[in-house]
């Protein structure tokens, strides 16, 4: 199984389209990303729901 899973968000700042590897073994995480194109620090959560599909959601930190 391929332990990084691709996920496109939007940048919060600048609405860029990007695309984040996420490490799926890890499951629900929370973590700060740089935003490729702007540089701003992106709040990345990652939840879990009941079938075990990790979803992403980014805010402004
Ligand atoms: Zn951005």
Not at 4 to 28: N, Q, W, Y
Not at 32 to 47: A, G, K, L, R, S
Request: proline letters at 5%.
């Amino acid at each position: 199984m391929e332990p990084l899973a691709e996920k496109s968000i939007h940048c919060p700042f600048c609405d860029a389209r990007l695309t984040l590897l996420i490490d799926e073994s890890v499951g629900a995480q929370r973590y700060t990303e740089d935003c490729h194109v702007c540089c701003q620090p992106m709040d990345v959560i990652i939840t879990e729901d009941m079938d075990g599909e990790l979803s992403v959601t980014v805010e402004q930190e």
